[in-house]
């Protein structure tokens, strides 16, 4: 219960779908207080959609979690729609969405390409981002998605098994793109590959129970292509030079086993941002649920918290 109101402080998860324009219809849900600091969390993929899980990241009487499945995620519909999606239109949704909510301020946070769009928001808004929180951060540069359509040593069984879907020869991430903007037999077996793929690389372990799930994964993989496909609609280095820009407080963790995303990026990006605090997590990959992970998260959130406000405080007496 709330102490001061006596009113019960926790939501339920509230759900809903706003209106982005376009044919799009953006899903989202909120836990927590009412009264909480409010607190974005963006997911990755792209495409993969927003996991409940995150909610036991936060202290649900001190926070306000809002989740939000993008343009053609998860439960956001139409489902897998390419059309209308790129990197400037997500920025646009997000900041309809903190203002059909009536949020002020709020901290921003996302792990792998949610640190990325993060970044990108932050940059386009910063008035609106009291302080950040990227996990796993993905730099969107060339060769960081050419490896991931690499195997990782000559053993790597899984991505021979998506590989072999392709013809000799092709590039890889082109042709899956091209074959997933289709429903076909084709298209879902490259889907169940890369997710297997995917899986393996980022925990180790075989996909769960949504692998039998084929038109999730088809929406999911064909938002994804379109994205790594066309760059993430980024210019090479673009993150890097809009971190460089970011002056409020963040805080920046990595699994220093990560297969998805290299450590080396965590460090290159708390470089070029003299407000983030950075943590390795040795044992942990790029799974956000690893129990180093999940700490570190808690840590961080409460952390970030306590330094975006004491500095608003600052500024306001000032």
């Known amino acids: 219960m709330d102490k001061e109101t006596g009113s019960d402080a926790t939501l339920p ?11 799009h219809r953006l899903w989202h849900a909120e836990r927590g207080s009412r009264n909480g600091t409010a607190l974005f969390w963006l997911h990755g993929g792209p495409g993969s959609g927003a996991s409940l899980r995150h909610a036991a990241l936060i202290d649900p009487g001190s926070f306000r979690l809002v989740l939000m499945d993008q343009r053609g995620c998860g439960r956001s ?6 059309h209308h999606n790129s990197l400037s239109l997500l920025i646009d949704d997000i900041e309809r969405l903190r203002r059909h909510l009536g949020i002020a301020r709020m901290l921003l946070g996302g792990g792998s390409w949610g640190a990325t769009l993060a970044i990108c928001y932050a940059a386009r808004y910063p008035e609106a981002v009291a302080g950040l929180v990227l996990r796993a951060p993905f730099l969107a540069e060339r060769d960081e998605i050419s490896q991931l359509f690499q195997p990782l040593g000559e053993d790597d069984s899984s991505w021979q098994a998506f590989a072999a879907l392709a013809p000799p020869g092709v590039d890889l991430l082109a042709y899956a793109a091209d074959q997933l903007e289709r429903n076909t037999s084709e298209a879902r077996a490259l889907a169940r590959a890369w997710h297997r793929h995917a899986c ?27 994205y790594l496909r066309h760059g993430c609609f980024l210019d090479e280095g673009a993150v890097l030079d809009m971190a460089s820009r970011l002056s409020m407080p963040a805080a920046i963790i990595h699994g220093g086993a990560d297969r998805i995303c290299a450590p080396d990026n965590a460090r290159r990006l708390a470089a070029r941002m003299p407000r983030a605090a950075l943590s390795i997590i040795d044992a942990a990959g790029h799974d956000p649920f690893h129990p180093g992970m999940v700490d570190a998260l808690q840590v961080a959130l409460r952390s ?3 330094r975006a406000y004491a500095l608003r405080s600052e500024e306001i007496d000032a």
């Open 200 to 226: 393996l690389r980022e925990t180790g372990h075989e996909p769960g129970q949504e692998m039998h799930d084929d038109a999730a994964l088809l929406a999911r993989y064909r938002v994804q292509s379109h």
């Open 77 to 82: 519909e139409p489902a897998g729609a390419i």
């Open 13 to 23: 998860f509230e759900e809903a779908r706003l209106d982005s324009g376009d044919g």
């Open 304 to 306: 970030v918290a306590q």
